[in-house]
Nanobody
Framework: QVQLVESGGGLVQAGGSLRLSCAASGRTFSTYRVGWFRQAPGKEREFVAAIRWSGANTYYADSVKGRFTISRDNAKNTVYLQMNSLKPEDTAVYYC??????????WGQGTQVTVSS
């Protein structure tokens, strides 16, 4: 059973940067994907980025392309989300989850990111 724990959120000014971490405990598989999602108050949860544990593929939402970078460190069983040029509209609770085939599961507890203008 995999457990995912997010960290690294905080308060930052617009234009600033943050790096989120998603640490996985338990066995991971190279074909599985780990994804970052976010949910702002009053809005639905949305996809942000994803990567396979193998690192072979990365995926981004159009709203974050060119600003966010997803990466992984297999030795540490950790996936990172480097967020640059942050905007107030990036404010949300950020979650990570794992996908084996179709369904996203093993959601973490989330980490708050607040971008002030």
């Amino acid at each position: 059973q995999v457990q995912l724990v997010e960290s690294g959120g905080g308060l930052v000014q617009a234009g600033g940067s943050l790096r989120l971490s998603c640490a996985a405990s338990g066995r991971t598989f190279s074909t599985y994907r780990v994804g970052w999602f976010r949910q702002a108050p009053g809005k639905e949860r949305e996809f942000v980025a994803a990567i396979r544990w193998s690192g072979a593929n990365t995926y981004y939402a159009d709203s974050v392309k060119g600003r966010f970078t997803i990466s992984r460190d297999n030795a540490k069983n950790t996936v990172y989300l480097q967020m640059n040029s942050l905007k107030p509209e990036d404010t949300a609770v950020y979650y990570c989850a794992q996908q084996a085939t179709v369904t996203w599961s093993h959601w973490g507890q989330g980490t708050q990111v607040t971008v002030s203008s």
